[in-house]
Nanobody
Framework: QVQLVESGGGLVQPGGSLRLSCAAS????????MGWYRQAPGKQRELVAT???????NYVDFVKGRFTISRDNAQNTLYLQMNSLTPEDTAVYYC??????????????WGQGTQVTVSS
């Protein structure tokens, strides 16, 4: 089994910054892709950004230039640096990882979510 522990959410004023972290532990041979998703009240969960094991990144348009996804492979940790936050960024943020648990077995896992609230 794999556990994901998220941290770093909170309340921030518009224009502020937050850094989210997601630490993975458990039965893992390798972490493949990692990503951040978010879900606002009354809306479906949506992709924010992804990063491959080699460090290639992908962002959705509404966060380009404001958010930066990164990972520390030695620490099995995923990050999301969020700058220039707006009230529209308010949501529960979830990390998602694709893990090779053992040869030939790949599974996806979700974190528990961390609340980000942008408000004055």
């Amino acid at each position: 089994q794999v556990q994901l522990v998220e941290s770093g959410g909170g309340l921030v004023q518009p224009g502020g910054s937050l850094r989210l972290s997601c630490a993975a532990s458990g039965s893992m041979l390798r972490i493949n892709s990692m990503g951040w998703y978010r879900q606002a009240p009354g809306k479906q969960r949506e992709l924010v950004a992804t990063i491959t094991s080699g460090g290639s990144t992908n962002y959705v348009d509404f966060v380009k230039g404001r958010f930066t996804i990164s990972r520390d492979n030695a620490q099995n940790t995923l990050y999301l640096q969020m700058n220039s936050l707006t009230p529209e960024d308010t949501a529960v943020y979830y990390c998602n990882v694709e893990v090779r648990n053992r040869p030939g077995v790949v599974n996806g896992y979700w974190g528990q979510g961390t609340q980000v609230t942008v408000s004055s």
